[in-house]
Nanobody, 125 residues
Framework: QVQLVESGGALVQAGGSLRLSCTAS????????MGWFRQAPGKEREFVAA????????YYADSVKGRFTSSKDNAKNTVYLQMSSLKPEDTALYYC??????????????????WGQGTQVTVSS
């Protein structure tokens, strides 16, 4: 069984930066595709970013491309989401997810088997 624990969420002003972390146990992040999703109140969960098993492939939603970067640290069994130039519309509960996924399915929440509990990011204007 894979467990995922997110951290790093906070209240930040627009234009600021945050780094979210997701630490896995039960399997190595190098054996999994790792994704980030977010859900704002009253909205559906949406894809934010993903990094492939080998970390050679990274994928981003158009809304965050150029502002967010996903990375892996295999030694710490942790993945990161570096967020910069944050906007109020980035406010959401951010989830880490993991699974064995084809690249064509990487943007779909249903493709991921394992989920964390989420960490709150609030961006004030």
């Amino acid at each position: 069984q894979v467990q995922l624990v997110e951290s790093g969420g906070a209240l930040v002003q627009a234009g600021g930066s945050l780094r979210l972390s997701c630490t896995a146990s039960g399997r190595t992040v190098s054996s999994l595709t790792m994704g980030w999703f977010r859900q704002a109140p009253g909205k559906e969960r949406e894809f934010v970013a993903a990094i492939s098993r080998t970390a050679f492939g990274t994928y981003y939603a158009d809304s965050v491309k150029g502002r967010f970067t996903s990375s892996k640290d295999n030694a710490k069994n942790t993945v990161y989401l570096q967020m910069s130039s944050l906007k109020p519309e980035d406010t959401a509960l951010y989830y880490c997810a993991a699974g064995t996924i084809y690249s064509s399915d990487i943007r779909y929440a249903g493709s991921y088997r394992y989920w964390g509990q989420g960490t709150q990011v609030t961006v004030s204007s």
